[in-house]
């Protein structure tokens, strides 16, 4: 059983902890509206983590300093670490945030072994090691994994929002498409504009892919089965927005919408649209000659 | 992805690749100079192999290259995966014909998009390179 962290856990916890937390707040980046509640939060998070970093090196510690067999981390050391990784990844900062935060205690921790005469450093300066490298990894690891969530949490709400179905008219829907269309997207779609259809008993729906980058196979056969399903409800599909280069890439792969009504731009979709249903756009004194006549 | 000034190099591993994978063919094509219809053109090809990779072998990679010389521009890309293979490369590349109930346009549709298509494919290794050419 070490001594050395034994006094660094008890007697000298405050002195070295104030040396890593001022290390800390040099080291952390310039908020100068950060709240004071803030502060004082990472001040206590850090305190529990030095307190169960040491708690694990002095209870931790494998019989055998060359077994590389190392134990688990200890429970309450890994969820610690987790929220001190995990809060940096959540407010947008760079990894490097808590991971040299980690490190500034271990270089700490490193000198004091190094000056501590009666040490027996053979056993205690490779588990010093291989504890923080351990912790170093968790921090990253969990550093990605909340990003990543935070990824997927944003791309669902963003495919939420670029899915809407607008009444154009009366029995008019449009569907303005932009983005990338996947599988998951296009059954979004689908049942959006099926939902609506029945709902507002549209007679027509207006496809607009201007903002679809590419038409690929894939795409084209997700757009293909939508129009489709809206077939069946009595609904007529106008495509429009099919760029040239699109045009010209679709009939090289070979891909036919058959019998699908497309125009090259949205505004001659809606006049399409707009005949279907037996209506047009007319200049107002056209319509108050023929009132006046 | 890793990039040199002659291509580049994008790891294939879900859909979210295909997109970053066309997009690179894309700015490439740009930056030799081609225009919009090749540029289109390649990227869905691109798109294309990028899915089928992800469908049939779950990841792979896809290479992104300056194949010019004094006479031509030229943009390569060469796709490969360690999947199963395509077990009939003739049926494979024939319009309609899909093992996954795709329109099966996705091969023979690609081989039409460009100006070169080679494709080798065996258990292990399946490597399709395309180009597109056009004179300075």
């Known amino acids: 059983m070490s001594s050395l962290f034994d006094d660094l856990r008890h007697s000298r916890r405050s002195a070295i902890l104030d040396e890593w937390l001022s290390a800390l707040r040099a080291g952390a980046p310039q908020h100068t509206d950060a709240p004071a509640s803030m502060l ?24 055998d300093s060359r077994s590389t067999a190392a134990k688990d981390t200890p429970v309450n050391l890994t969820a610690l670490l987790r929220q001190w990784s995990a809060e940096p990844a959540r407010q947008g900062l760079s990894p490097a945030q808590p991971i040299s935060g980690l490190l500034a205690l271990k270089r700490i921790l490193l000198r004091e072994l190094i000056a501590s005469p009666d040490s027996s450093r053979d056993t205690e300066l490779p588990w010093l090691e291989q504890l923080f490298d351990s912790l170093a990894l968790l921090t990253f690891e969990t550093f990605g994994e909340t990003r990543e969530r935070m990824i997927a949490a944003q791309s669902l709400s963003l495919m939420e ?10 029995r008019i829907l449009l569907l303005p498409l932009v983005g990338v269309i996947d599988t998951q997207r296009a059954r979004q779609i689908t ?11 549209a007679r027509v729906s207006i496809l607009d892919l201007t903002g679809v980058p590419i038409i690929d196979t894939s795409v084209a056969q997700h757009l293909m089965k939508t129009i489709d399903a809206t077939r069946l409800l009595g609904t007529r599909t ?17 891909i036919r919408f058959g019998d699908v009504i497309s125009r090259a731009t949205l505004r001659a979709g809606i006049a399409e649209a707009l005949l279907m249903v037996d209506r047009r756009i007319a200049p107002v004194e056209a319509r108050r000659a023929t009132g006046g006549a | 992805m890793t990039s040199t000034p002659f291509g580049q190099r994008v790891e294939i591993g879900d859909a979210a690749d295909i997109v970053t994978a066309r997009r690179a063919a894309r700015e490439l094509c740009e930056r030799l100079g081609f225009g919009k219809a090749d540029q289109t053109r390649l990227a869905t090809a691109v798109s294309e192999l990028a899915r089928n990779v992800i469908q049939y072998a779950g990841t792979g990679h896809c ?3 300056d194949g010019s ?13 360690q999947g199963p293979g395509i077990a009939n490369l003739e049926q494979a590349l024939t319009y309609g014909y899909s093992t996954s109930g795709g329109l099966g346009a996705g091969l023979p549709g690609t081989r039409r998009l460009v100006d070169d298509f080679q494709i080798e494919s065996a258990p292990g290794l399946t490597r399709i390179s395309i180009a597109l050419n056009k004179p300075f």
Do not use: C, F
């Not at chain 1, 929002?161 to 009366?170: A, C």
């Open chain 1, 161 to 170: 929002l670029s899915t809407p179905v607008l009444r154009l008219w009366h």
């Open chain 2, 69 to 81: 010389d004094a006479l031509n521009r030229r943009i390569q890309v060469v796709v490969e995966d």
């Open chain 2, 63 to 65: 290479l992104i290259e």
């Open chain 1, 40 to 63: 004082a939060r990472s001040d206590t998070e850090a305190q529990a983590l030095y307190d169960a970093i040491l708690d694990a090196l002095i209870e931790h510690q494998p019989a």
């Open chain 1, 191 to 201: 049942e959006r504009l099926l939902e609506a259809i029945v709902q507002h008993e």
């Open chain 1, 238 to 254: 106008v495509m429009t927005g099919i760029s040239p280069e699109g045009a010209q890439t679709l009939t090289k792969l070979g």
